[in-house]
Nanobody, 121 residues
């Protein structure tokens, strides 16, 4: 059984910062890519940024220079530092990871429950 648990969401003023965390727990043999998605009200879920186990990152253009993803492989945790947040970035942020639970099992995709980020004055 694998779980992804996000934390760090909340209310922040425009221009402010938040740091999200996502910890994977359970029977983890190997942790592959870890991504952050967001879903704004009335919109589709979109990929914000991803990071491979080797540390290669891929950001959506709209967050480049403001958001930074990092991961601690020893803790099976991924972080998202978000700076200069904008009101239109109010959304539920979801963690996504591809995880292999045992050596002979195929890797599977897992989602966290989401954490609300509200950018408002």
């Amino acid at each position: 059984q694998v779980q992804l648990v996000e934390s760090g969401g909340g209310l922040v003023q425009p221009g402010g910062s938040l740091r999200l965390s996502c910890a994977a727990s359970g029977s983890i043999f190997r942790l592959y890519v870890m991504n952050w998605y967001r879903q704004a009200p009335g919109k589709q879920r979109e990929l914000v940024v991803g990071i491979t186990s080797a540390g290669t990152t891929n950001y959506v253009d709209s967050v480049k220079g403001r958001f930074t993803i990092s991961r601690d492989n020893a803790k099976n945790t991924v972080y998202l530092q978000m700076n200069r947040l904008k009101p239109e970035e109010t959304a539920v942020f979801y963690c996504y990871a591809v995880i292999q639970t045992m050596n002979n099992n195929p890797p599977l995709a897992y989602w966290g429950q989401g954490t609300q980020v509200t950018v408002s004055s």
